[in-house]
T-cell receptor
Framework: DQQVKQNSPSLSVQEGRISILNCDYT??????FLWYKKYPAEGPTFLIS?????DKNEDGRFTVFLNKSAKHLSLHIVPSQPGDSAVYFC???????????FGTGTSLTVIP | EPEVTQTPSHQVTQMGQEVILRCVPI?????FYWYRQILGQKVEFLVS????????KSEIFDDQFSVERPDGSNFTLKIRSTKLEDSAMYFC?????????FGPGTRLTVT
């Protein structure tokens, strides 16, 4: 039961350009969304979040956009840096805030 | 900066044996979680723990699994009788209702 989907398993971007990672969900009850970054052999690292009352949240080089009608969110990284190369997971939660559903991840490679 | 720690980093066990995976959450956090990631698959929620009791659990978290917060600092996941398919990375996380911080994980290998 894939409630959260990341349809692009990988993405390559030139250093300095924008990286756009996409995530779709099916459960209209989700009201909180998070993005995590994961390096090999490490746990996921929280990056940025957004609640369903907003359509945009920005933190430095990272911006998350939420389109509730399309059940779609995206993470923009600009400018991309080689250190951003990692697997990015989106996760979503209903209003209980307890169970988070993760996507399968997108592996981002930023080419110097 | 405080972080979630997990021990051991790698655990090898035989099928049918009990394992206990240990986590030390960040000290002022209120929610505690266990997730697992089977190699090549997505991160899957197992259980959340709040106010000294399980607040939510997934279908994966059956009677073979249990969690405890035996003292003020540790948070453990016990698998009573391991199966081959329990082989995975197990991540502990702690946080507030809408923010979670993950530990580095324990790789469990069941042979």
């Amino acid at each position: 039961d894939q409630q959260v989907k990341q349809n692009s398993p990988s993405l390559s971007v030139q250093e300095g350009r924008i990286s756009i990672l996409n995530c779709d969900y099916t459960n209209s009850m989700f009201d909180y969304f998070l993005w995590y970054k994961k390096y090999p052999a490490e746990g996921p690292t929280f990056l940025i979040s957004i609640s369903s009352i907003k359509d945009k949240n920005e933190d430095g080089r990272f911006t998350v956009f939420l389109n509730k009608s399309a059940k779609h969110l995206s993470l923009h990284i600009v400018p991309s840096q080689p250190g951003d190369s990692a697997v990015y997971f989106c996760a979503a939660s209903e209003n209980t805030g307890n169970q988070f559903y993760f996507g399968t991840g997108t592996s981002l490679t930023v080419i110097p | 900066e405080p972080e979630v720690t997990q021990t051991p980093s790698h655990q090898v066990t035989q099928m049918g044996q009990e394992v206990i995976l240990r986590c030390v959450p960040i000290s002022n956090h209120l929610y505690f979680y266990w997730y697992r990631q089977i190699l090549g698959q997505k991160v899957e929620f197992l259980v959340s723990f709040y106010n000294n009791e399980i607040s939510e659990k997934s279908e994966i978290f059956d009677d073979q699994f249990s969690v405890e917060r035996p003292d003020g600092s540790n948070f453990t996941l016990k698998i009573r009788s391991t199966k081959l398919e329990d082989s995975a990375m197990y991540f502990c996380a702690s946080g507030y209702a809408y923010e979670q911080y993950f530990g580095p994980g324990t790789r469990l290998t069941v042979t």
